[in-house]
């Protein structure tokens, strides 16, 4: 059944509905605090599982403001300053205390992920001289994530919503 809904509102879901919730490259923005992975939890029904992946660093900037490098952007939010690591992911579900997380790691391949979409997108350009210009950022970002911390990668999360007892 399509729907459209915005994550950012009230969904009309009833409690306890679904089996398991996905979020694919998503959830960075619009469930960076705890109220609102409780919000989108309460429609999980008991022992359900939700599985997030995405876009992340591979660790928290040390005093966690958003490094340069990822501020140049070609006129679009990339909405770097809501990405975080998989360690940080962890901590906000369980801040919530209705899942166990089993799982919430970077992927070893996900700066390769990123570099393959750069690939991807040069290919469909042919790699213009235009194009090229217009995705140095890109390409910055990737070269600095091959070099430094934090970089950029994909994270995945598993997690099962506790059984309370009522």
Known sequence: LPMDLDAREPLPFPDDYFDA???????HSFGTTAGVLRSRLRHLKPGGRFVVGGTCFDEEPEDGRLLAVFTRTQGWDAEYNSYH??????????????????ESRKLAEGLIMWEDEVLYHGER???????????????????YSRERSPGLTHYVLT?????WSK
């Open 21 to 27: 919730l996905f979020c694919m490259q998503s959830l």
């Open 125 to 143: 350009a042919r790699w213009t001289e235009e194009w090229l210009q217009d995705s140095r950022w890109l390409i910055d970002q990737i070269t």
């Open 159 to 163: 997690a099962r919503k506790k059984n």
């Open 85 to 102: 690591s998989a360690g940080w992911w962890k901590g906000l579900f369980e801040e919530t205390r209705l899942v166990d997380v089993s």
